[in-house]
């Protein structure tokens, strides 16, 4: 059995801890001291709750447990959906020591973070990822939210959770468009601030296809240390905590355009990212060699690495203009300066930020 | 013309002030350094929009200025009217820097500011109550939330304003309904932490009842003051906070079977105050004369001094069930060790709280 490694999102009073390991979702002495109260209730999808859902409720038999089984997908993450969890929680009477758990992927953790964000104004929460973007990106930071129909994650708040625990056993059921989806997420972490990391996952990308769990463990372990070292910096995204959104705003216009029904989140940044490093290299900064490393990798992943051919640039452009990142008008992008260094700027070229739209019709 | 009252809600960097005085409203130089960037949403409703809104915007011409006027009454505070603010603020292309303005009452403020914490993760807002009730309670300390069918306030966040200016020429076409019920919160300062003020109330009620424009704005500050000192002390009701709810658990029962539609809040938590004075009273707390003195009190006021008739006792205790400060199910109530000195206890005699339960049927 592999050991469980440990690390920090060191925000002050809100730091929590990090757990990746096998079998963690049965380890009751790991969870108890981030369970406030006598009351838990347990968030999850139609297709985690038959595989794990009973698991995680056998290691809580000393609480009152609830669960919720939301219908998956990203176009559920909405008000309504929301609504049902405030529905079980009141009627189940859970108080404002009632502690939230979000058993699945990206949507199922930003939702339930959320509502513990919101719920008699904040309850505690632990995030218990189940997919590899969620274990190396989404329950990790705070960054909680739901869509609206003229934008994604639009309504949410920064809200911290206890603690993150990150059961790799999870990922042997994970279907492979979602694994490779999740790797979209890992590249990102090396192409923004870490390039020896980069250059490991050129050389071990096919034992991560593979499911290899000692590369996995390890690939989840450095892309929250990268994640961590930025959101300390920066928890409410005032400056560089946005260069983690490499390809989002790329990205979130083509999940827009398709409301959020056909590409995978990660599959739509990976194009995102691709267009980042294209208008980066024709802004004179990431060299063509790198551009192509990028493909290189995403295409050896399955990803994407241009938008929808039916989308226009015009459509690119009307999405990209409610993107959070524009500060009083003006569009911001996260580009690439190389790889392993991002920059958050308003300042590009328009011409050449069509002439990289107009190449995706 | 009254001179500009002026006092800080001390929360360090949250830290904030409130402004009071006549015609503030129109006062752009007051407002401009709490507004964020260009983008400017007024939120009022239908009562107030006729008489204020204009003026707002007036003095705000140096924005871009949308308005929403959502319809008047506490039924309205909910997920749906919230989310007619995020349609706006979306279709209008807000971005980050917004600021949100709620113009109007404590349910205006309470939604607008609930909007502002989540829109895109927490933009900036400011309060400009134009009810009493919310000049001198509901605007500040940074409460803010929506109704949930099955509770008030279940949904929502603390979330401080930039800043809040109270402007008393508003309570001059306040309803007369209206002021006496923003009196309930104001009597309520006296009542938990403020023996002097209580006695200068029981002296000056008949002023506040003309509302005589010194007395009100004394009165306003005073309210302020109060509230201020404990939300500095505990922003986020671990403790001493809670006793700002003096009367609210039984007003809160009392609203929510009326599904908010019949009492207004303060009627409801004036007939609370009195319920809990009386179980204090039984306590062997307060003393009698200090029962009916408050009684008095309210009654000088208009305001009803107990539950409404057709609401039963096991009603009471279903409704109670569902508070907030229902801690690990066990019921805390704020009650009054004597006049200017309230607790929060979980350890009330159940009998006794059934006999004030009781006296309503």
Not at 81 to 107: E, M
Not at 114 to 139: E, K, W
Not at 317 to 333: A, E, F, H, I, N
Request: charged residues 20%; glycine residues 8%.
């Amino acid at each position: 059995m592999e050991k469980i490694r440990e690390l920090t999102v060191d925000l002050g009073e809100r730091s929590y801890p990090i757990f990746i390991g096998e079998g963690l979702l049965q380890a009751p002495r790991l969870l108890e001291p981030f369970i406030h109260g006598q009351q838990v209730l347990v968030v999850t999808n139609e297709t985690i709750a038959p595989l794990y859902l009973h698991n995680v409720i056998e290691g809580l038999s000393a609480y009152q447990v609830e669960s919720i089984i939301l219908p998956d997908g990203e176009i559920y993450k909405n008000l309504d959906t929301l609504n049902k969890i405030f529905d079980t929680l009141l009627t189940k009477k859970h108080n404002r020591t009632t502690t939230l758990i979000a058993l699945g992927g990206g949507v199922i953790g930003d939702m339930t973070g959320f509502a513990a964000a919101c719920y008699q104004r904040g309850v505690h929460f632990i995030q218990m990822p189940t997919t590899l973007l969620a274990q190396v990106d989404s329950s990790v930071g705070g960054k909680t939210a739901v869509n609206h129909p003229m934008g994604k994650n639009m309504i949410g708040a920064f809200y911290q959770p206890q603690c993150v625990i990150a059961d790799t056993t999870t990922l042997r059921t994970l279907d492979d468009r979602q694994l490779r989806a999740g790797l979209a997420e890992v590249i990102k972490y090396g192409l923004i601030a870490d390039t020896e990391f980069f250059s490991w996952l050129e050389d071990n990308i096919q034992l991560l296809l593979e499911r290899d769990s000692t590369a996995l463990a390890y690939a989840i372990e450095r892309s929250c240390e990268n994640k961590a070292r930025v959101v300390s910096k920066d928890e409410r995204e005032g400056g560089i905590r946005a260069i983690l959104n490499l390809g989002h705003t790329f990205g979130h216009a083509i999940e827009t355009f398709q409301s959020y029904g056909d590409w995978l989140h990660g599959e739509a940044i990976a194009a995102g990212m691709v267009m980042a490093a294209e208008l980066s290299h024709l802004m004179g900064w990431v060299s063509e060699e790198d551009v192509c490393r990028t493909k290189k990798l995403f295409t050896l992943c399955d990803l994407p690495i241009a938008a929808p051919k039916t989308m226009s640039s015009e459509k690119f452009l009307t999405l990209m203009s409610v993107d959070k990142k524009v500060l009083d008008g003006s569009l911001r992008l996260v580009l690439l300066k190389s790889i392993g260094c991002a920059v958050v700027t308003a300042d590009f070229d328009q011409n050449l930020l069509v002439k990289v739209l107009l190449r995706s019709e």
